[in-house]
């Protein structure tokens, strides 16, 4: 199995768990290991391959108990006590719980008491009035089962760009030993880092198509076989995921990867300017349309200069004025990894993440940069053990000590003190003033009460940007892909206050979230409203997490200069002096 599926499994023994009442910290310790695994840079496979279990027992937030999981569905393919779990619990009733306005005691007790074990036996039942009597639900709970089961069925069908891309690597690594390949490309909306994506498209460049057809289909991931041809196959894999491949040859690598990238949109728009200067664009490559005579393809390059016009990055391809952009020479300058210079939302082991200061900072410099925030929630986020004034006097006092070891070390790495501060349902803030005062970076955000009427919120949020004491607001619209609705918000008021008092917005690059989206960041950039780029880290593999921030800022049209943590430390301190 490979770690995409493997967390899965884990993410499904959790929800499982949950729904039958299992123990919290159980219950928990599974979904961080799902989430780790998820977020894993190596194949569980290979490393257990390389080392067995000896290969697994550096991976952080890996448990005994989990660890033995993992060996079980390498080994075998499948995981007994999943499978356990599954009997008690049908997989209809695991589907309930992405039902908004339904968590996993709700679900339970609907299967129990009304035997409901489906989505579509839910939705009779409350089309039926026959939920509402149930002890805790009422009629209110009854509409919005049906308002979420409608919403579910909108988002079903979409895969996080993360989890997509780890199965495109997998196949990637799977397709790659065939002999005779020369390339495999990520294409489609994957390769246009669109937060969530429909299926995966992936091209192969080499000497023999069979070959690589053949390796593909026989992919133990596999459910079924849509289509199977000598050049494209369509495959569905077990998790549901649809995956297109398509073999080529070298000489229209450039003008399949051009067609296959998208959007349609975009496509649309090249194919009729190239009409237009006579000539015909399809993805075996740019032909003159008198002569036939092909004239590009081998590259994008070259397709998009045979059209007239400079390369277009695949985030900007979503006819979006890109090509206008384009010709007129002002396509937007490409953030780069190597722009970001630290992390201005980073948690520890003080409230909810999994990690010390200490991890955190190594993990930090190990990235590359100059200068992270630990920014841990404040009391008002109680499950997150959230920090009182005592505890986070302490904390400060704690960096400014690590900070002068640094120091003496002779680091240039600089540790700044932050907090998460909850904004609270009237708009105050959840530290004193003193506090905020003397923090180096201050991030708000909303963290209950995301029912709030739209003005209401709004206020709310305008009103902790008012006190002068925010220097980023973070996770500006509070949505969770796949599972909560941003809250409703006049983002545009919010942006006009930011930019009044100084304050940044938040990307935050967790794919989960991707807030701001790319929609919003383009109207920040209107608006010349300041963007941090963060990851919302509770493990030291989060910070990898900033490059879905990156790569969605550039399907906002962000650059550089938007962008706070960009600059280099001492700029940075400037930027967010309080008052
Ligand atoms: P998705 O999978 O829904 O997230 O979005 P895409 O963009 O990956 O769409 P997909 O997988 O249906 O097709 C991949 C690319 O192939 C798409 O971005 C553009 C190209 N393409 C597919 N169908 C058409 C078409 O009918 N016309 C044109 N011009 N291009 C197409
Ligand atoms: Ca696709
Ligand atoms: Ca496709």
């Known amino acids: 199995m490979e770690n995409p599926e493997i967390a899965r499994v884990f993410h499904e023994i959790a929800d499982l768990l949950e729904i039958k009442g299992g123990d919290l910290f159980r219950v928990r310790s599974y979904r961080n290991a799902a989430l780790i695994i998820d977020g894993l840079e190596d194949p569980l496979r290979s490393l257990y391959g390389k080392n067995g279990v000896e290969g697994l027992k550096h991976i952080p937030g890996i448990g005994e108990s989990t660890r033995s999981k993992v060996v079980e569905m390498l080994t075998t393919g499948s995981c007994a006590f999943h499978d356990e779990l599954l009997r008690e619990i049908p997989a209809g009733v695991l589907e309930m719980i992405r039902v908004a306005s339904l968590g996993p005691k709700k679900a339970a007790m609907l299967h129990k008491e009304l035997g409901i074990s489906s989505i579509d036996e839910l939705e009779k039942a409350a089309r039926e009035e026959r939920i509402r009597d149930l002890p805790g639900f009422g009629e209110v709970t009854e509409r919005k089962i049906l308002k979420g089961i409608e919403a579910l069925r909108l988002i079903s069908g979409k895969w996080k760009i993360s989890t997509s891309l780890r199965y495109g690597e997998v196949f990637s690594d799977y397709i790659k030993t065939v002999p005779g390949v020369y390339e495999i490309v990520l294409s489609g909306s994957l390769r246009r880092w669109k937060e969530e994506v429909g299926d995966l498209d992936i091209l192969a460049t080499c000497r023999d198509p069979k070959a690589v057809m053949e390796r593909f289909l026989s992919h133990p991931e596999i459910r079924d076989v849509l289509a199977k041809g000598e050049t494209k196959s369509t495959v569905v894999l077990k998790s549901g995921l649809q995956v297109d491949l398509r073999a080529l040859d070298r000489q229209s690598f450039g003008a399949a990867l051009q067609y296959f990238t998208g959007s349609k949109a975009h496509n649309v728009a090249i194919r009729d300017r190239a009409k237009r200067m006579g000539l015909k664009v399809s993805e075996y490559g740019v032909f003159d349309s008198a002569t036939g005579k092909r004239v590009a393809g081998s590259n994008e390059e070259e397709v998009y200069k045979a059209v007239g016009l400079p390369w277009i990055p695949p985030e900007l391809r979503e006819m979006r004025g890109e090509i206008e952009a384009a010709e007129a020479g002002r396509l ?207 493990s030291i593999n989060h910070l990898q997490n900033i490059v879905y921030g990156i790569h969605t800022a550039r399907r906002g049209w962000i650059e550089k200069k938007d962008v706070i943590n960009t600059m280099p430390l001492k700029g940075l301190m400037r930027f967010l002096k309080k008052g």
């Open 332 to 538: 937007p300058v490409q953030l780069k990894t190597e722009d970001i210079k630290g992390d201005l939302h980073v948690h520890t082991n003080e409230s909810d993440g999994g990690f010390t200061l200490e991890a955190m900072a190594e993990g930090a410099i190990k990235m590359g940069y100059e200068y992270i925030a630990v920014t841990d929630h404040s009391k008002a986020v109680v499950i997150a053990h959230g920090l009182d004034e005592a505890r986070i006097l302490a904390q400060m006092a704690y960096v400014d000590d690590f900070n002068r070891r640094l120091q003496k070390k002779g680091e240039r790495f600089r540790v700044l003190k932050g907090s998460e501060v909850d904004i609270r349902a009237d708009g105050t803030l959840d530290h004193s003033e003193k506090v905020l005062c003397a923090l180096d970076c201050v991030v708000a955000a909303v963290h209950s009460g995301f029912g709030m009427k739209k003005e209401e919120m709004t206020a709310r949020i305008i009103k902790a940007i008012q006190t002068g004491l925010v220097n980023i607001v973070a996770h500006p619209t509070g949505r969770l892909l796949g599972e909560r609705p941003p809250y409703e918000v006049d983002m545009a008021a919010v942006m006009d206050e930011a930019k009044k008092h100084n304050v940044a917005l938040e990307l935050n690059s967790c794919p989960e979230r991707l807030d701001l989206n790319d929609m919003h960041l383009r109207l920040a950039k209107d608006k010349g409203v300041k963007i941090a780029i963060s990851t919302d880290a509770h």
